[in-house]
């Protein structure tokens, strides 16, 4: 099983619709969590960080489920400047050094 | 402005020829790394630095070097290239690791010829 797991998509969602991703994590102990943002050939971009009372910044929802070892991200109302590809990341227990990337959910919002 | 600073963003080359990939970055992190993200597998972590003169190997070191004399910089260097090296490569920085976020830099689209 992949330490870090996203079903690749495309999710085409219509613009206004509200869609979930989630990203499954093997390893029970994970510490931090993080969602990034990349779009077409650009670098990841930070989206929000991933809390054990989970968290909200205006359209965009961030929530863990240790229990089931998954996160998911929540985007409402969506824009068609959505459209790009969501990557989980997730730190495994054991050091700060390193963090494991998900392979992406790309999202295409279409008009 | 904070950011990371990779150079240069497009590169081709041949199989062999030495090079380096530059970072830089100005928000007095500790810490710097560099992946690489091919289509299908993600990024995958080659070298990791946590502070000044402290390097350690990521997933998939073989066929690349780093050095950290200065916390701003940190080089991606290829010795002698090959064309399974032919990839996207990004350079990242956080304050402390593992618990910020990362910046990370524009990317370097090397092509091995």
């Known amino acids: 099983r992949k330490e870090v797991e996203q079903d690749p998509g495309p999710f085409n969602v219509p613009e206004g619709a509200t869609v979930a991703f989630n990203c499954t994590y093997s390893?029970?102990?994970?510490?931090?969590f993080f969602w990034y943002r990349q779009d077409c050939r650009k670098e990841p971009k930070l989206l929000m960080s991933v809390y054990s009372s989970g968290n909200e910044d205006g359209r965009f929802t961030a929530q863990l489920n240790r229990a089931s070892q998954y996160i998911s991200l929540l985007i409402r109302d969506s824009k068609l400047s959505d459209s790009a590809t969501y990557l989980c990341v997730v730190r495994p227990p054991g050091g700060y050094q390193k963090v494991t990337f998900g392979t992406g959910t790309k999202l295409q919002v279409i008009p | 402005e904070a950011q990371v600073t990779q150079n240069p963003r497009y590169l081709i080359t041949v199989t062999g020829k030495k090079l380096t990939v530059t970072c830089s970055q100005n928000m007095n992190h500790e810490y710097m790394s560099w992946y690489r993200q091919d289509p299908g597998l993600g990024l995958r972590q080659i070298y990791y630095?946590?502070?000044?003169?402290?390097?350690d190997k990521g997933d998939v070191p073989e066929g690349y070097k780093v050095s950290r004399k200065e916390k701003r910089n940190f080089p991606l260097i290829l010795e002698s290239p090959s064309p399974n090296q032919t990839s996207l490569y990004f350079c990242?920085?956080?304050?402390?690791?593992?618990?910020?976020?990362?910046?990370f830099g524009s990317g370097t689209r090397l092509t091995v010829v």
């Open positions: 390893n029970s102990a994970s510490q931090s």
């Open positions: 630095s946590m502070n000044v003169e402290v390097t």
């Open positions: 990242a920085s956080s304050l402390k690791a593992g618990i910020d976020g990362y910046t």
